[in-house]
T-cell receptor, first 110, second 112 residues
Framework: GIQVEQSPPDLILQEGANSTLRCNFS?????LQWFHQNPWGQLINLFY???GTKQNGRLSATTVATERYSLLYISSSQTTDSGVYFC????????????FGAGTTVTVRA | DGGITQSPKYLFRKEGQNVTLSCEQN?????MYWYRQDPGQGLRLIYY???????QKGDIAEGYSVSREKKESFPLTVTSAQKNPTAFYLC???????????FGPGTRLLVL
């Protein structure tokens, strides 16, 4: 299956700071999703972004499929941004499985 | 209020016992999924279903079974053959396979 590497594994931010999370993947993808898992375990879908750039409020994401990476940007971070951010990718059009990375744990301090 | 519900929130299993985790959605989604999450790790796919009466094995299906008799429901049974069942189990759905996935709140399974 496709290998997914996320970096950094841990990130500590002061409230108001900006940050960039990275997701590298080992093969061509036709599906890439970013999720946020809050401290209670709930996963929320942030972006469906197999290519291109999207923005949603203080969050934005860019996927460069030809170079096999995606970036998630958090601007003006807030304590509610704390949690684990996962990147998940899917490969061929006949294989609907998503492979998840190990995640980046973000802690935003007030 | 549309969404995905999972029950129970916590479940305790005795040795040799089968247990069933419930997942219900009222989003009218065709595809449903079951994932397992171990502490400090990402999610791994157990089973997925593209449509009623159809399901496919994921990466770690051994020791688990599912059914999809109704569009709204995709229960997961953890059988006694699963030797290390302690984990956080997450159910998800999407309009169709390969589309944006939406997750339920999860069930934590503990072995007594």
């Amino acid at each position: 299956g496709i290998q997914v590497e996320q970096s950094p594994p841990d990130l500590i931010l002061q409230e108001g700071a900006n940050s960039t999370l990275r997701c590298n993947f080992s093969d061509s993808v036709n599906n890439l999703q970013w999720f946020h898992q809050n401290p209670w375990g709930q996963l929320i879908n942030l972006f469906y972004i197999p290519s291109g750039t999207k923005q949603n409020g203080r969050l934005s994401a860019t996927t460069v499929a030809t170079e096999r990476y995606s970036l998630l940007y958090i601007s003006s971070s807030q304590t509610t941004d704390s949690g684990v951010y996962f990147c998940a990718v899917g490969g061929s059009s006949n294989d609907y499985k998503l492979s998840f990375g190990a995640g980046t744990t973000v802690t935003v301090r007030a | 209020d549309g969404g995905i519900t999972q029950s129970p929130k916590y479940l305790f299993r005795k040795e040799g016992q089968n247990v069933t985790l419930s997942c219900e959605q009222n989003l009218n989604h065709d595809a449903m999924y079951w994932y397992r999450q171990d502490p400090g790790q990402g999610l791994r796919l157990i089973y997925y279903s593209q449509i009623v009466n159809d399901f496919q094995k994921g990466d770690i299906a051994e020791g688990y079974s599912v059914s999809r008799e109704k569009k709204e429901s995709f229960p997961l049974t953890v059988t006694s053959a699963q030797k290390n069942p302690t984990a956080f189990y997450l159910c998800a759905s999407s309009t169709w396979v390969g589309e944006t996935q939406y997750f339920g709140p999860g069930t934590r399974l503990l072995v007594l």
